[in-house]
């Protein structure tokens, strides 16, 4: 089968697809016939070596953790599902920007979504509940998600706005539009962001999805553990929370929790671009620019 994969760190260029064994479901499991996947901006990071010291990788390394598609294998003690379904969800081993993977963590593919948008759910998703649930944020509260038209961006908006809370989201001026239509109030990003925030009335807490801004973040937050932050290297020298995620029951919960969303007509998934495996490099390419609005994904 085809999986994208690079073998050495390096510019775009060294990320590419090969020929490789399929892997097959084992217990608890299920494999599926990959539709689509999500890009994680996050394996650019992996993919220049500029996290070689903090996570070293084995190569070749293989990308992608969310996709969706239709089940094909189902693992021994799995219930509930069979092949022929359409699913979305995670992978633990990578892996997912290929023609099969095996997921560890699995929901329905909501009707209403294409391929898509199911392919690059499940990581936004996760991180969104994740980061919501780390800084407490519930109803009558005020958030400030930084970064808020990309791919968790917008998701997080979401989230936020499902729980009751009021939502100022950071983009350009070309994405304001989309953040009102997502339920937030736009503000821009960049210097003077925390009297922009202040003018409308500030915030109790903050999601960063950005990076490169923690001092003013916590200025508005007012106290550094009010702010989490998804991709920040820098996080732990402002004494901010660099959160990562998992498949875990937390995983499993928030993929939930969007099908319920996405039933009640609450949760869209934004889709940047969408890419051909063979042009994963393209992929790369986009996210790097940082001005990808919404979801980057690959079509298998």
Same mark, same amino acid.
């Given at each position: 089968?085809?999986?994208?994969?690079? &073998?050495?760190?390096?510019?775009?260029?060294?990320?590419?697809?090969?020929?490789?064994?399929?892997?097959?479901?084992?217990?608890?499991?299920?494999?599926?016939?990959?539709?689509a996947s999500g890009f994680s901006a996050g394996e650019t990071l992996i993919r220049s070596g500029r996290m070689r010291d903090t996570m070293p990788v084995q190569f070749p390394f293989r990308s992608g953790f969310d996709a969706?598609?239709?089940?094909?294998?189902?693992?021994?003690?799995?219930?509930?599902?069979?092949?022929?379904?359409?699913?979305?969800?995670?992978?633990?081993?990578?892996?997912?920007?290929?023609?099969?993977?095996?997921?560890?963590?699995?929901?329905?593919?909501?009707?209403?979504?294409?391929?898509?948008?199911?392919?690059?759910?499940?990581?936004?998703?996760?991180?969104?509940?994740?980061?919501?649930?780390?800084?407490?944020?519930?109803?009558?509260?005020? &958030?400030?998600?930084?970064?808020?038209?990309?791919?968790?961006?917008?998701?997080?908006?979401?989230?936020?706005?499902?729980?009751?809370?009021?939502?100022?989201?950071?983009?350009?001026?070309?994405?304001?539009d989309l953040l009102r239509s997502l339920g937030a109030e736009p503000v821009l990003y960049g210097p003077g962001l925390p009297d922009r925030v202040q003018a409308l009335g500030g915030a109790d807490a &903050?999601?960063?999805?950005?990076?490169?801004?923690?001092?003013?973040?916590?200025?508005?937050?007012?106290?550094?553990?009010?702010?989490?932050?998804?991709?920040?290297?820098?996080?732990?020298?402002?004494?901010?929370?660099?959160?990562?995620?998992?498949?875990?029951?937390?995983?499993?919960?928030?993929?939930?929790?969007?099908?319920?969303?996405?039933?009640?007509?609450?949760?869209?998934?934004? &889709?940047?671009?969408?890419?051909?495996?063979?042009?994963?490099?393209?992929?790369?390419?986009?996210?790097?620019?940082?001005?990808?609005?919404?979801?980057?994904?690959?079509?298998?």
């Amino acid at each position: 089968m085809r999986a994208v994969q690079f &073998v050495e760190y390096g510019p775009p260029g060294v990320v590419h697809v090969a020929e490789v064994s399929e892997p097959h479901a084992g217990p608890g499991t299920i494999r599926i016939a990959v539709r689509a996947s999500g890009f994680s901006a996050g394996e650019t990071l992996i993919r220049s070596g500029r996290m070689r010291d903090t996570m070293p990788v084995q190569f070749p390394f293989r990308s992608g953790f969310d996709a969706a598609g239709v089940v094909d294998e189902v693992g021994p003690g799995v219930s509930g599902v069979e092949p022929g379904d359409e699913v979305f969800g995670w992978t633990t081993a990578r892996g997912a920007n290929a023609d099969f993977t095996v997921l560890q963590a699995w929901a329905p593919k909501p009707p209403g979504w294409s391929w898509a948008q199911a392919g690059g759910a499940a990581g936004s998703v996760e991180t969104g509940v994740r980061v919501l649930d780390l800084l407490a944020v519930e109803a009558g509260q005020t &958030v400030l998600v930084q970064g808020a038209a990309g791919g968790v961006g917008t998701v997080t908006v979401q989230l936020a706005v499902a729980r009751g809370a009021r939502v100022i989201g950071t983009a350009s001026a070309a994405n304001h539009d989309l953040l009102r239509s997502l339920g937030a109030e736009p503000v821009l990003y960049g210097p003077g962001l925390p009297d922009r925030v202040q003018a409308l009335g500030g915030a109790d807490a &903050v999601v960063d999805c950005a990076g490169g801004s923690l001092p003013d973040l916590i200025a508005i937050a007012g106290d550094p553990a009010k702010v989490v932050t998804i991709a920040d290297l820098g996080a732990a020298g402002h004494g901010v929370h660099l959160s990562h995620g998992g498949v875990d029951a937390l995983a499993v919960h928030s993929l939930g929790i969007a099908v319920d969303l996405a039933a009640q007509g609450r949760l869209q998934l934004i &889709v940047a671009a969408r890419f051909p495996l063979e042009q994963a490099a393209a992929a790369h390419e986009l996210s790097e620019t940082r001005h990808a609005r919404g979801k980057i994904v690959l079509i298998t």
